[in-house]
T-cell receptor
Framework: EPEVTQTPSHQVTQMGQEVILRCVPI?????FYWYRQILGQKVEFLVS????????KSEIFDDQFSVERPDGSNFTLKIRSTKLEDSAMYFC??????????????FGPGTRLTVL | RKEVEQDPGPFNVPEGATVAFNCTYS??????FFWYRQDCRKEPKLLMS???SGNEDGRFTAQLNRASQYISLLIRDSKLSDSATYLC??????????????FGKGTHLIIQP
């Protein structure tokens, strides 16, 4: 069964450093998303991406964050200057965008980001 | 964004019992509804979409009440492997493909042997 993959599984970084989290969405899916989950809290939407541009973003997704689809398979989330409060699990998700149901989102296993 | 509310539990239920969860959502314009399950420190896994007419998948039945803005999940003949956190999830906007999902905090279910 096709699945979303993410690398690395765990990233440790120093405050102020840049990190890039990588995702490979399901191959025929058209919509891509990033979410985060701070330990013990609910999953929160960050951004959605379609047709090589951001479709929607939450208030969490400020200028420190950016997303990119550098090639035909990868989808990345960059955090430019990490803060302690960026420590969380970051999940990538994708959805087909066509067919029925078109908007079911499937999640990758996540990258645990620890900012020291 | 408005909220999705769930009873956090935990619900402690003996194996074989039937258990039901509800959640409420605040935006009456919401279009799409889902139940996900999440095991400890793992990703949310889609359990089922929830349709207006209600839908069933094996031991799981989901219902949507648009007038009261709540969604329910019923698990029959519960198994030990059903122990997890169940997330009520709503697409608050148009239901289009690019919309982010709004998650509840989840209801923690523990099935006891």
């Amino acid at each position: 069964e096709p699945e979303v993959t993410q690398t690395p599984s765990h990233q440790v970084t120093q405050m102020g450093q840049e990190v890039i989290l990588r995702c490979v969405p399901i191959s025929n899916h058209l919509y891509f998303y990033w979410y985060r989950q701070i330990l013990g809290q609910k999953v929160e939407f960050l951004v959605s991406f379609y047709n090589n541009e951001i479709s929607e973003k939450s208030e969490i997704f400020d200028d420190q964050f950016s997303v990119e689809r550098p090639d035909g398979s990868n989808f990345t989330l960059k955090i430019r200057s990490t803060k302690l409060e960026d420590s969380a699990m970051y999940f990538c998700a994708s959805s087909a965008g066509t067919g029925v149901p078109y908007n079911e989102q499937f999640f990758g296993p996540g990258t645990r980001l620890t900012v020291l | 964004r408005k909220e999705v509310e769930q009873d956090p539990g935990p619900f402690n239920v003996p194996e074989g019992a039937t258990v039901a969860f509800n959640c409420t959502y605040s935006n009456s314009a919401s279009q799409s509804f889902f139940w996900y399950r999440q095991d400890c420190r793992k990703e949310p896994k889609l359990l089922m979409s929830v349709y207006s007419s209600g839908n069933e998948d094996g031991r799981f039945t989901a219902q949507l009440n648009r007038a009261s803005q709540y969604i329910s999940l019923l698990i029959r003949d519960s198994k030990l492997s059903d122990s997890a956190t169940y997330l009520c999830v709503v697409n608050m906007y148009s239901g289009g493909g690019a919309d982010g999902l709004t998650f509840g905090k989840g209801t923690h279910l523990i099935i006891q042997p």
